[in-house]
């Protein structure tokens, strides 16, 4: 007895001694996660405080270029927002990236914002959207077709089924742009996934794909209402047949916010799409050549950015686009203008929590926000909305 006796002792002592490591262990990495989340809210707090201050830093007034501080090339960035951001909040806790943001060719470039205003926006795609007067924007239809022209590669439209097919992938035309019928049709599938039964548009309305879809005729309910985000577009006919790769590919040079497109930090492809949609006859090249003179490249020297929205044409005729083109694509009207000003800013934040003996990760919270900066001559850095949050 007892022997029995301390048999069923030892059994229970050990039973409570693992479940009490067990709760030990689920209670310190509840609290990593804590610690993690709250780095990463941290360093949210503190970008959006850069942020918010750097027309201030940059002693810049009302415009933003690739010298503001939060654009990461810039030397303001270097020693300003990068030291905040990878200075250790307590023992065991840093603040780290969470993006990573393709750049040109097969690379990438790790960043911690993305300027939101280098983007063509599809928000303003359709004009006083569900009222009486709705009617598709036939510029901004024109800037999306046309970026969607030069960004895609035949490649692209490969469902992902059809990814390990050797023999299909092998065929070089596929590394050749889409074409403009089929550039134009992607850009009809958005119209008809935002807009309404309001939509007077004659030449710009057309209902493609209400029932089905014709590239995989398949059931298809379209929303009718604006997109929740740009990530939403993997679900519009047409892009739904597409690579999770692609539609990231696409996501970096597209928005779905109410903001007008900054001259100055656009990207190279939204480039080549004004230019091509304002009537030149060589896009590529005109945004190849302008680029440069608007985004400061590797080792390269400072720009001059345009710091007003009237300044615009003439800076683009000094800088050899054609009058007719330069004038087209600083015409002021109704939701199409080129602005100069950056105010909607992704971010995108790791809080990482650290064992300080053996250095291995115990615990990584993400956080991805869209903020909105609000600006006025008179009070700097006067605010800042949350737009768009998310945690992984």
Request: hydrophobic letters at 35%.
């Amino acid at each position: 007895m007892v022997l029995v006796v301390i048999s069923i002792l030892t059994i229970m002592v050990v039973s409570f001694t693992d479940t009490t490591q067990k709760h030990l262990y689920v209670t310190q990495y509840y609290k990593d996660r804590l610690q993690a989340y709250q780095t990463a809210q941290s360093g949210l707090q503190a970008l959006t405080a850069v942020l918010r201050q750097s027309s201030l830093l940059a002693n810049m007034g009302n415009y933003d270029s690739a010298n503001s501080p939060w654009h990461f090339e810039s030397e303001a960035y270097q020693m300003v927002v990068l030291p905040l951001l990878v200075t250790p909040v307590c023992g065991s806790s840093l603040i780290e990236p969470a993006l990573q943001v393709p750049a040109m060719g097969t690379t990438s470039q790790r960043t911690y914002l993305i300027d939101e205003n280098s983007k063509l926006s599809l928000y303003h795609l359709i004009n006083n959207w569900g009222g009486s007067t709705e009617k598709t924007n036939e510029v901004t239809f024109f800037r999306v077709m046309a970026l969607l022209d030069h960004l895609l590669l035949t490649r692209d439209l490969i469902p992902p089924s059809m990814q390990n097919n050797t023999t299909t992938l092998s065929d070089p035309g596929l590394d050749m742009d889409i074409d403009t019928d089929t550039a134009e049709r992607l850009a009809y599938y958005l119209i008809d996934w935002i807009d309404t039964e309001n939509n007077k548009s004659v030449d710009y309305n057309k209902d493609i794909a209400e029932d089905h879809c014709p590239e995989d005729n398949l059931p298809y309910i379209t929303k009718n209402g604006r997109l929740d985000s740009i990530d939403e577009i993997g679900m519009v006919c047409g892009f739904r047949q597409m690579g999770r790769p692609v539609i990231e590919k696409i996501s970096r040079h597209l928005t779905d916010y109410n903001l007008v497109t900054n001259i100055n930090t656009v990207s190279r492809w939204v480039l080549t799409a004004l230019f091509d949609a304002a009537g030149s006859d060589d896009p590529e090249t005109n945004a190849e050549d302008i680029y440069p003179t608007l985004h400061r490249l590797a080792d390269g020297d400072p720009v001059e950015p345009i710091t007003e929205t009237n300044k615009i044409k003439q800076v683009l005729i000094d800088r050899g686009i054609e009058e007719d083109v330069a004038k087209e694509l600083a015409r002021k009207t109704s939701q199409t203008t080129i602005g100069v000003q950056s105010d909607h800013f992704q971010l995108g934040i790791s809080g990482a929590v650290y064992d300080t003996e053996s250095g291995t990760e115990q615990a990584r919270s993400q956080l991805h926000a869209v903020i909105k900066i609000n600006k006025s001559k008179t009070s700097l850095g006067s605010g800042a909305t949350l737009m768009y949050y998310r945690e992984d």
